[in-house]
């Protein structure tokens, strides 16, 4: 199996509906038979924070959204100290289902200051690789088949998106079109981390 003494965080962003979760299981299974130790997470992480966040703030109480942007980077914090920074001492390749640029495109989509935003996410670990699915939101809603969350509405939506867009001109996030075939995203995506695993000598 293969490792690297500092490991590699890869993250996956993108509204809702488009295609995270599903893309995330696709990588860690192509990454693990290529022989890489794979340590799959998302957030909310399964803190009990992350716990409180999926149980009350996204099903059943829409709160202001800074005390969510507070929420969130409090889960984070402890997302980093039990499961993410192990990994990656490990020389894993953690692949992480959302991450703080969620909190920059969705409670900046809510108004909140992005330089804010930033502050109280100072602590977190700057990805080797973060990856934005692009899709329409009414696409992406449209692929929900579960109940959807406080925070999946049409019209936040199309701001989280526009958030997400500045975070990929400014460099920040790599663009992969998601409105496409399954198996094309996947392979868009895998081409980007093997890319940036061979910059990295992995």
Same mark, same amino acid.
């Given at each position: 199996?293969?490792?690297? &003494?500092?490991?590699?965080?890869?993250?996956?962003?993108? #509204? /809702?509906?488009?295609?995270?979760?599903?893309?995330?299981?696709?990588?860690?299974?192509?990454?693990?038979?290529?022989?890489?130790?794979?340590? &799959?997470?998302?957030? &909310?992480?399964?803190?009990? $924070? #992350?716990?409180?966040?999926?149980?009350?703030?996204?099903?059943?109480?829409?709160?202001?959204?800074?005390?969510?942007?507070?929420?969130?980077?409090?889960?984070?914090?402890?997302?980093?100290?039990?499961?993410?920074?192990?990994?990656?001492?490990?020389?894993?390749? $953690?692949?992480?289902?959302?991450?703080?640029?969620?909190?920059?495109?969705?409670? #900046?989509? =809510? #108004?909140?200051? *992005?330089?804010?935003?930033?502050?109280?996410?100072?602590?977190?670990?700057?990805? /080797?690789?973060?990856?934005?699915? /692009?899709?329409?939101?009414?696409?992406?809603?449209?692929?929900?088949?579960?109940?959807?969350?406080?925070?999946?509405?049409?019209?936040?939506?199309?701001?989280?998106?526009?958030?997400?867009?500045?975070?990929?001109?400014?460099?920040? *996030?790599?663009?992969? /079109?998601?409105? =496409?075939?399954?198996?094309?995203?996947?392979?868009?995506? *895998?081409?980007?981390?093997?890319?940036?695993?061979?910059?990295?000598?992995?």
């Amino acid at each position: 199996m293969r490792s690297h &003494p500092r490991g590699i965080l890869i993250v996956l962003e993108g #509204g /809702d509906g488009a295609g995270k979760t599903a893309q995330a299981r696709i990588l860690r299974s192509s990454l693990e038979t290529k022989g890489y130790k794979v340590h &799959p997470t998302a957030e &909310p992480s399964r803190t009990a $924070v #992350g716990r409180l966040i999926r149980r009350n703030l996204l099903q059943t109480e829409k709160m202001l959204p800074e005390v969510e942007a507070l929420l969130f980077a409090a889960d984070r914090f402890l997302h980093l100290q039990s499961e993410i920074r192990p990994a990656l001492a490990a020389g894993k390749v $953690v692949v992480c289902d959302r991450y703080m640029y969620a909190s920059f495109a969705y409670q #900046g989509a =809510q #108004g909140v200051n *992005l330089n804010w935003l930033r502050e109280i996410n100072r602590f977190a670990e700057k990805p /080797d690789l973060a990856i934005y699915l /692009d899709v329409p939101p009414e696409m992406g809603l449209k692929r929900i088949r579960r109940k959807k969350s406080l925070l999946e509405k049409l019209q936040l939506q199309r701001q989280v998106r526009e958030e997400y867009l500045k975070l990929v001109r400014a460099g920040e *996030l790599v663009l992969v /079109d998601s409105n =496409q075939p399954i198996e094309r995203v996947s392979e868009a995506i *895998l081409a980007l981390v093997e890319r940036r695993l061979r910059e990295l000598r992995v």
